[in-house]
């Protein structure tokens, strides 16, 4: 990456930072602290091989699903579809 794309990547990230924090009336370091909280629960529960979404570990559930920068139970998958399909009758 380009040190100007890099840069640029920043700001927009920064921007998004200063759009939510002004959306819920809190100050910007908050939100970067609660983004760094999430950054670091994620990276324990992908070190530790549990679902990103419940974060129940591999020996709990029957099946995990991996992808590139997460993991998803076959119970976060069937809530996920149940989910949908009720988005999807409402129309
Ligand atoms: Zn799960």
Same mark, same amino acid.
């Given at each position: 990456m380009s040190r100007s794309l890099a840069l640029q990547v920043e700001d927009e990230a920064y921007q998004a930072l200063e759009e939510q924090a002004r959306e819920r009336g809190v100050a910007v370091a908050a939100i970067g602290e609660e983004w760094l909280a999430a950054a670091s629960r994620r990276a324990q529960a992908a070190a530790a091989g549990? #679902?990103?979404? #419940? !974060?129940? !570990?591999r020996d709990q559930v029957r099946q995990m699903v991996t992808g590139r920068d997460a993991r998803i139970c076959a119970e976060c998958i069937a809530e996920c579809q149940r989910l949908l399909q009720r988005s999807q009758d409402r129309g």
């Open positions: 549990q #679902c990103s979404f #419940c !974060g129940k !570990g």
